[in-house]
């Protein structure tokens, strides 16, 4: 009975504990920035620790491209593995959970239980694919609001995420200047380069161009993995820098089987170790992944410039209120710390508080999810 009278007022909210501890929430629908809307929409998210009576002590943490909603791990803690950013949240941590309300959502085009490509277009009962429209870091972040509202939050505590993550952090400081208290924007600047459109270009035409792709209709477990694993092969060495590579493979042969045998000449492919790396990355990314998410969400990326509906930068970057702190990574080529660097002196310049940290570390863009310690003491500047 107390069961099922717990069942009726999840569902009155419209919130449903699912086994693994991943919570839903739908609302009736989304206006989008390029136009059109989506609903309903559905978002999957976990949280850890309590919201206090005031609902002021929420933190948001906002994931990267392929990252879920599962940022803490709190049955298997210390283990990085287990949840991305497991070392980081926790009693004790620096997201401490005995004192924070620790807020996680997959985002809105992805494919670890929100609303996205792979979820059923309710006119037609079948994936959306391409249907589904072009999606923004904006309409992330104006899903994410909704949920904190939903959640009771009246205030954030803190907004803080890396990569895309980055870009939302950023977003939700200008979108909603009065909520959130302070922020931390990691490996992110106010638009990616070129340069980083380019490689995600080319990770996305390798999807298309695998057969199986289908213009976006294949069947679930039946997607382009061949397509999916090449983009996140590129994709890795753009996480990665020259001098991590080197000091992890450099020219050094194939150390382990390899992950997924090439069907071409062992002499073409597969003899060096950090080919057989590239290999098993593209491989798990290709069982864990939607690939058509993988275009509307790295799409997203590209289309991040947070001036955009502003006059100007200033004018965009002139709305924050919140205390903020830009963390650069030193060997990062995906979002060079120059580039966050200048952000940061941007917000300064039009009045804001902000600080500039950087992480002294060798492993590039993905340094933000394995320098712990250094993180942690960049983070505490706060
Ligand atoms: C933050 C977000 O929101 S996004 C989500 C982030 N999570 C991911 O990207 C999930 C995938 N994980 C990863 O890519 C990595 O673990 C990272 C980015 C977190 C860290 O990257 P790395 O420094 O390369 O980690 P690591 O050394 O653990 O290697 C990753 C995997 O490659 C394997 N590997 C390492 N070296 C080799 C090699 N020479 N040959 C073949 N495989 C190798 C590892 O065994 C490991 O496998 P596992 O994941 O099954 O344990
Ligand atoms: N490794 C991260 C970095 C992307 O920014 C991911 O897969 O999402």
């Known amino acids: 009975m107390v069961a099922q009278l717990e069942y009726v007022q999840r569902a009155q909210t419209q919130q449903v504990q699912t086994e693994n501890e991943v919570l839903i929430f739908t609302f009736d629908q989304l206006l989008l920035q390029r136009g059109g809307r989506l609903g309903p929409v559905t978002l999957a998210y976990e949280t850890w620790g309590e919201l206090n009576a005031t609902g002021d002590n929420a933190i948001l943490i906002t994931h990267a491209l392929t990252g879920s909603s599962h940022a803490h791990d709190p049955a298997d803690p210390e283990n990085p593995k287990a949840a991305w950013w497991n070392p980081l949240i926790g009693p004790g941590k620096y997201f401490d959970t005995s004192r924070y309300f620790v807020i996680c959502a997959n985002v809105i085009g992805g494919c670890a239980g929100s609303t996205g490509p792979s979820s059923k277009n309710p006119l037609t009962d079948r994936p959306f694919g391409m249907r589904f429209p072009v999606i923004t870091i904006r309409d992330m972040v104006r899903a994410q609001h909704k949920l904190i509202k939903h959640l009771g939050v009246r ?46 270009e080319v990770a996305r035409q390798s999807i298309m161009a695998d057969p199986a792709w289908l213009c976006g209709d294949y069947l679930p477990g039946h997607g382009p993995a061949t397509g999916l694993s090449i983009a996140r092969m590129l994709a890795m060495i753009t996480y990665q820098s020259e001098e991590s590579m080197e000091m992890r493979f450099s020219r050094n042969p194939v150390q382990r089987e390899a992950a997924t045998a090439p069907t071409f000449s062992p002499e073409l492919g597969g003899r060096f170790d950090v080919e057989n790396y590239l290999y098993y990355q593209g491989d798990q990314l290709a069982r864990r992944f939607d690939a058509n998410s993988y275009l509307y969400i790295s799409r997203a990326m590209d289309l991040y410039d947070v001036s955009e509906g502003y006059a100007s930068l200033e004018e965009a970057l002139g709305r924050i209120r919140s205390q903020m702190i830009f963390v650069g990574i030193r060997s990062d080529f995906l979002f060079p710390a120059s580039h966050v660097r200048w952000l940061a002196d941007k917000v300064q310049m039009v009045g804001g508080n902000a600080r500039y940290v950087e992480l002294d570390s060798p492993h590039g863009h993905d340094a933000f999810l394995k320098e712990w310690d250094q993180l942690t003491e960049a983070l505490r500047q706060f």
Do not use: D, T
Request: proline share 2%.
């Open 155 to 200: 205030r954030l505590a803190m907004v803080a995420g890396g990569s895309i993550g980055g870009q939302q952090a950023l977003e939700w400081a200008v979108m909603y200047p009065q909520l959130v208290e302070k922020v931390a924007v990691i490996a992110a600047s106010a638009a990616v380069s070129a340069q980083a459109i380019s490689f995600n």
